[in-house]
């Protein structure tokens, strides 16, 4: 993964993809709709399913070079919470469920 540095907002980074062209933003967005899929029958509010977005990021390749990142991510306050539980709540395992339905 690249070395990147993310504003205190982002709680948790769900992918990384590095390059700088048109196709690497629509794969980057085709990410995030299919997160927003998973998430939506499982969140308990919109706020989680609101809150995941895309973001670029400077960063460096494996060589040190300068590249372009996106990083996929929910904002939301609670995500880490929804993600894998809490004693409470079950996991919810959306960015697993998501990282795994492109594995397929």
């Known amino acids: 993964m690249a070395d990147v540095n ?3 907002l982002v709680h948790m980074p769900v992918a990384i993809m590095v390059g700088k062209s048109r196709e690497m933003d629509h794969f980057a967005d085709q990410v995030r709709r299919r997160m ?3 998430a939506t029958p499982r969140a308990s509010s919109g706020t989680y399913v609101n809150s995941i977005k895309v973001k670029r990021a400077r960063g460096l390749s494996g060589r040190g070079r ?3 990142d996106r ?3 929910a904002s939301d306050d609670a995500s880490v919470q929804i993600e894998w539980g809490t004693d409470g709540r079950p996991p919810q395992l959306i960015v697993t469920r998501t990282l795994q339905s492109f594995r397929r």
Request: net charge neutral; glycine share 0%.
């Open 6 to 8: 993310v504003d205190k």
């Open 36 to 38: 927003i899929a998973t």
């Open 66 to 68: 300068q590249i372009t």
């Open 71 to 73: 990083i996929i991510y």
